[in-house]
């Protein structure tokens, strides 16, 4: 499975959006990324999954350019309950294989008032 | 519908005892997948089950066990319990194996503390 790298934290304030990249440099072609959120004493959310250029849904965005060694998360207008660590995963989507998911440290999201 | 349920919540233990924990996936999903989190060493996988088999495991010691039974429903045993493995239990369940390539949806945990 490929190694993610992403920041150790990031702080930032209600209403403003906010930009979480991973690198992800030995991605393979049917690999995936997918993000999830986690609260504290919570399993992991999902949030959103793509393969490249842009994926949107109702609650974020991910960008990924064509080299694919890298995403971004992207959450509009976050709030305070937003505050979370948010994971990126990378894996293949070969149906049956038996692939397990592997987090890596995470980003801890602040949001601040 | 119902959501992954994980029982029980929270569990202390003494060591050298062993503990099961139970996960109920959400009806229709076959694939049931278990991981231990630590504030130390993070989210860590512990093995999946698919239609009762177990289809991949991670490097745990063989004190940690589980199975799957027909109705999907999963369970994992630690026997001979050491302070280490304090952690937070992840149930993680899905249509398919290899949770990667679709939705996985996290039970909420067990919180198991070994005095």
């Known amino acids: 499975l490929a190694k993610t790298t992403q920041p150790i934290s990031m702080d930032s304030y209600e209403g403003q959006e906010v930009n979480i990249t991973c690198s992800h440099n030995n991605i393979a072609t049917n690999d995936y990324i997918t993000w999830y959120q986690q609260f504290p004493s919570q399993g992991p959310r999902f949030i959103i999954q793509?393969?490249?250029t842009k994926v949107t849904n109702e609650v974020a965005s991910l960008f990924i350019p064509a080299d694919r060694k890298s995403s971004t998360l992207s959450l509009p207008r976050v709030s305070l309950s937003d505050t979370a660590v948010y994971y990126c995963l990378v894996g293949d989507m070969g149906s049956g294989s038996a692939r397990q998911l592997t987090f890596g440290s995470g980003t801890q999201l602040t949001v601040l008032p | 519908k119902a959501g992954v349920t994980q029982t029980p919540r929270y569990l202390i233990k003494t060591r050298g005892q062993q503990v099961t924990l139970s996960c109920s996936p959400i009806?229709?999903?076959?694939?049931v997948s278990w991981y231990q989190q630590t504030p130390g060493q993070g989210l860590q996988f512990l093995f999946e089950?698919?239609?009762?088999?177990?289809?991949n495991k991670g490097n745990f010691p063989g004190r940690f066990s589980g199975r799957q039974f027909s109705n999907s429903r999963s369970e994992m045993n630690v026997s001979t319990l050491e302070l280490g493995d304090s952690a937070l239990y992840l149930c993680?369940?899905?249509?398919?194996?290899?949770?990667?390539?679709?939705?996985?949806?996290f039970g909420q945990g067990t919180r198991l503390t070994v005095v």
């Open positions: 793509g393969y490249k």
């Open positions: 009806s229709g999903h076959r694939s």
């Open positions: 089950y698919f239609s009762e088999t177990q289809r």
């Open positions: 993680a369940s899905s249509l398919v194996p290899g949770a990667v390539n679709t939705e996985a949806f």
